[in-house]
């Protein structure tokens, strides 16, 4: 029995090992550049049988059949032994399930009706709106090298909202996030300088989203604030993972204690604060918001993790300011020293 409750306990060590591993990276880390040099995202799906076995359950399961037979004939007759070939019985079932639910369902095809989707987005899009579709020095999707990226994501999608997420993926698979980015990189940052430099941080790679969905013509907007989380999350990813199923994080570092009698207020990794001007780094982040006409009302969207946030209780965006394009400043750092201590007590 004790052998058994080991071998579990070293399946759900590598689990959480894989788990953690999966999010992100904890600290400071120098950025690598990924095997492939992506130029495009791939828009090919998976095959069912690739997906299996990138699947650590399948792994546990197969290690724990394993174990099984080799012990059948020794410990068939004990009932815990019994419960543990039940179990593995269950957790195929809980894997083919899984399996089969990540199986994309294919969209109907109606010969003879076709819809632009920009055109359609465009007509339905407020007036009110529409000045989040302007372009700036930053935001300069009018660049041969942007209009190139944003044509093939455009002719790729049936929709914004499959625009959108292609925009994000292509963002995350290109764009390496930096722990140690200057805030200068975002002061002097576009659009395409941050796509050709393949390194950013949230503040950075929110302006690579917005240009290229701008370009586009899908209105959004810059917000900054706090980012924080639930730390029930931690065993939630875990258990994403051991059944196979990706969640990708945002990147920040948490804010340091600060302490309100000294002018320099700490940071995990580092300090940069200057005239009370906090770097936008940590607790402190930046994302973006996009438009939808399909729910009349403004998305968070995440370009340090590629996703579309939902309300899942994981992660909680608190809004410090919209910057208006004009204002790259508070785009880049945050002024509110009140503020920052506020997101470092959450």
């Known amino acids: 029995m004790k052998k058994l409750i080991f071998f579990f306990v070293f399946l759900l060590f590598i689990s959480l090992v894989y788990a953690q591993t999966s999010r992100g ?3 400071p880390k120098v950025p690598e550049r990924r095997g492939v040099d992506i130029t495009m995202p791939d828009f090919g799906e998976e095959t069912l049988f690739q997906r299996a076995v990138k699947n650590p359950l399948l792994w546990m399961l197969v290690l724990a059949s394993g174990f099984w037979i080799s012990r059948y004939e020794k410990e068939k007759k004990t009932k ?12 195929y ?3 083919i399930s899984v399996l089969v639910s990540s199986i994309p369902s294919e969209a109907p095809d109606v ?15 407020p007036i009110e709106h529409r000045t989040h579709l302007a372009k700036t020095d930053y935001y300069d999707f009018d660049t041969a090298y942007i209009k190139g990226i944003t044509d093939k994501i455009a002719e790729s999608s049936r929709t914004e909202e499959e625009a959108v997420q292609i925009t994000l993926n292509y963002v995350f698979g290109n764009v390496i996030y930096d722990f140690g980015e200057s805030d200068s990189a975002c002061f002097q940052g576009t659009g ?9 941080q949230c503040d950075t790679q929110s302006i690579a989203v917005l240009t290229l969905l701008r370009g586009m013509g899908i209105a959004s907007r810059p917000a900054v604030g706090c980012l924080s989380t639930n730390p029930t999350c931690d065993f939630q990813q875990s258990l994403f993972a051991i059944a196979g199923i990706e969640k990708r994080r945002p990147k920040w570092v948490e804010l340091g204690e600060i302490d309100p009698d000294q002018e320099v207020f700490s940071r995990r990794q580092r300090v940069e604060i200057l005239d009370e001007i906090i ?14 006409i399909t729910t009349n009302e403004w998305i968070t969207i995440e370009p340090t ?3 579309v946030i939902n309300e899942d209780g994981c992660y909680e965006y608190e809004i410090e300011m919209y910057p208006s394009d004009d204002d790259k400043t508070h785009l880049c750092v945050s002024t509110d020293i009140q503020f920052a201590m506020k997101c470092a007590a959450k």
Request: aromatic letters at 16%.
């Open 279 to 292: 770097s936008r780094q940590g607790g402190l982040h930046a994302w973006v918001e996009y438009w939808s």
């Open 25 to 27: 990276p904890w600290g």
């Open 192 to 200: 395409s300088s941050v796509l050709k430099k393949k390194i950013g």
């Open 93 to 95: 079932g809980v894997l």
């Open 80 to 91: 815990y032994f019994m419960y543990l070939g039940a179990a593995i019985l269950v957790g």
């Open 111 to 125: 010969p003879g009706i076709f819809i632009d989707w920009q055109e359609n987005y465009n007509s339905n899009l």
């Open 305 to 307: 993790s590629g996703e």
